[in-house]
């Protein structure tokens, strides 16, 4: 079960304590055509929230729900172009922010903050048939972000059960894909990939990890799993159809991954303790494996 700071805890206290629904704003401001937007304060526990809902173009449609034991909450939705469609959610907890911002066309943007106590989340997209979501849960402390510009392209970051984790998912171009994955306590995890359908996958499971990922070219692949605690892995690729693969567990491993060129692949394994992995690899079709 989870288990919240002795601070954390007197906050969700407080607030689920406090009086019925009272001072909460929300400012709404269309302009165009068939356009819809929706803001809900209704909860009978919910104060001091502020929602702001701003669209401009066709179709549009923005959803924002401040629900449960919600205090001093935000959420700010802005959508310009057609066909956009935002959705954001904070169910609990104290200073949760969400911020959405769309341009273009059929972008997909959704925000999800549960219980949590300062956590923030934004998306950014701009072009079109982009898709970010933040989905935040039971954690203190979050961050979230994506931001996308270009079409195509998909960022999602999911942080669970988490205290001080981070996020962000950064991509620009077309068709680049990348999801992170975190559980346990003080992770951080940051993203970018630059050109047309590269793809980055990130899972963090224990206490203290971290992930790096820069991708710059087209068609690169990049996978990292880590388990354990004091975890670091750092993994950059330039060019095309590039490969890299680390898989981390137990204590104190550290991992770098660089490649530069066509089809390179790598894969490094670490399974015990204080290891340390270096591999750089520039050309085309060279294949590296490190396992200790």
């Given at each position: 079960?989870?288990?919240?700071s002795?601070?954390?805890?007197?906050?969700?206290?407080?607030?689920?304590?406090?009086?019925?629904?009272?001072?909460?704003?929300?400012?709404q401001?269309?302009?165009?055509?068939?356009?819809?937007?929706?803001?809900?304060?209704?909860?009978?526990?919910?104060?001091?929230?502020?929602?702001?809902?701003?669209?401009?173009?066709?179709?549009?449609?923005?959803?924002?729900?401040?629900?449960?034991?919600?205090?001093?909450?935000?959420?700010?939705?802005?959508?310009?172009?057609?066909?956009?469609?935002?959705?954001?959610?904070?169910?609990?907890?104290?200073?949760?922010?969400a911020?959405?911002?769309?341009?273009?066309a059929?972008?997909?943007?959704?925000?999800?903050?549960?219980?949590?106590?300062?956590?923030?989340?934004?998306?950014?997209?701009?072009?079109?048939?982009?898709?970010?979501?933040?989905?935040?849960?039971?954690?203190?402390?979050?961050?979230?972000?994506?931001?996308?510009?270009?079409?195509?392209?998909k960022?999602?970051?999911?942080?669970?059960?988490?205290?001080?984790?981070?996020?962000?998912?950064?991509?620009?171009?077309?068709e680049?894909?990348?999801?992170?994955?975190?559980?346990?306590?003080?992770?951080?995890s940051?993203?970018?990939?630059?050109?047309?359908?590269?793809?980055?996958?990130?899972?963090?499971?224990?206490?203290?990890?971290?992930?790096?990922?820069?991708?710059?070219?087209?068609?690169?692949?990049?996978?990292?799993?880590?388990?354990?605690?004091?975890?670091?892995?750092?993994?950059?690729?330039?060019?095309?159809?590039?490969?890299?693969?680390?898989?981390?567990?137990?204590?104190?491993?550290?991992?770098?991954?660089?490649?530069f060129?066509?089809?390179n692949?790598?894969?490094?394994?670490?399974?015990?303790?204080?290891?340390?992995?270096?591999?750089?690899?520039?050309?085309?079709?060279?294949?590296?494996?490190i396992?200790?």
């Amino acid at each position: 079960m989870k288990k919240f700071s002795p601070v954390a805890a007197t906050l969700m206290f407080a607030v689920s304590a406090a009086a019925l629904a009272d001072n909460n704003t929300a400012v709404q401001l269309q302009g165009g055509f068939a356009n819809h937007a929706n803001a809900d304060q209704a909860s009978l526990f919910a104060r001091y929230n502020y929602i702001e809902q701003v669209q401009f173009g066709f179709a549009n449609k923005a959803d924002a729900v401040q629900d449960g034991t919600e205090f001093f909450s935000s959420i700010k939705q802005y959508q310009h172009g057609a066909l956009n469609k935002a959705y954001s959610l904070q169910d609990g907890g104290l200073f949760n922010h969400a911020y959405i911002h769309q341009s273009g066309a059929k972008n997909r943007a959704n925000t999800y903050q549960l219980w949590s106590v300062g956590n923030i989340a934004k998306v950014d997209q701009s072009g079109y048939f982009n898709k970010g979501e933040v989905y935040q849960s039971f954690a203190e402390f979050n961050y979230g972000a994506v931001s996308q510009h270009g079409k195509g392209n998909k960022g999602q970051v999911n942080q669970y059960f988490t205290e001080w984790s981070v996020g962000v998912v950064d991509q620009y171009g077309h068709e680049n894909k990348a999801t992170t994955d975190q559980y346990g306590e003080g992770l951080v995890s940051y993203t970018k990939q630059f050109g047309i359908a590269n793809k980055a996958n990130v899972a963090q499971y224990g206490y203290y990890n971290d992930s790096l990922i820069i991708q710059g070219g087209i068609y690169n692949r990049a996978n990292v799993e880590q388990f354990g605690e004091d975890l670091s892995q750092f993994t950059l690729q330039i060019g095309l159809g590039n490969k890299a693969n680390t898989l981390q567990e137990w204590y104190g491993n550290r991992s770098y991954t660089g490649q530069f060129g066509i089809l390179n692949h790598h894969y490094t394994t670490q399974l015990g303790v204080y290891d340390n992995a270096y591999a750089t690899q520039v050309g085309v079709y060279n294949i590296g494996v490190i396992n200790q």
